[in-house]
C-alpha cells in the first residue's frame, strides 16, 4: 500500500481492518490500543530517534485513561526514575488534529 497513491491507499485502508482485530482482540483484559510516538535518546547529544508505534496499556494508567482528543506527555529521565513526570491536558481535536497530521504527512512526501 506504501507504493500506490494515496486515493489508492485511501480507498484500501480496509485490508488493514484484520490486522487491527487482531492487535485488539490480542489483549490483554482491561487494556486499550494507543498510538504514541516514542522520542529517545541522549538528546543533549543528538537529535534523538522517534519511534510512532500502536501499543497495548493497561486503562488504569495515565496514557491509557485518556478520553476523546485529551492530550498525554509522560517524561521519563535518570532523574524520574521508573515513575514519569506526566503532563496531561486538552488536546486540539480531531479536526483540528486531522488537519496537522495531514500537513505532517504532506511535508514528509516532500522529503
Known sequence: ??????EDFLSNTTKLDPYYTTEKSDQKENHVLRYIGDLYGDLQQNKG?????????????????????????EIYTESYGDQPLVIQ????????TARGVFGDILRLTKK
Open 1 to 6: 500500500m506504501r507504493s500506490g497513491s494515496v
Open 89 to 96: 491536558g486538552a488536546g486540539a481535536g480531531a479536526e483540528v
Open 49 to 73: 530517534k522517534l519511534d510512532v508505534k500502536l501499543v497495548s496499556v493497561a486503562k488504569d494508567t495515565p496514557l491509557g485513561s485518556l478520553k476523546g482528543s485529551d492530550a498525554i506527555f
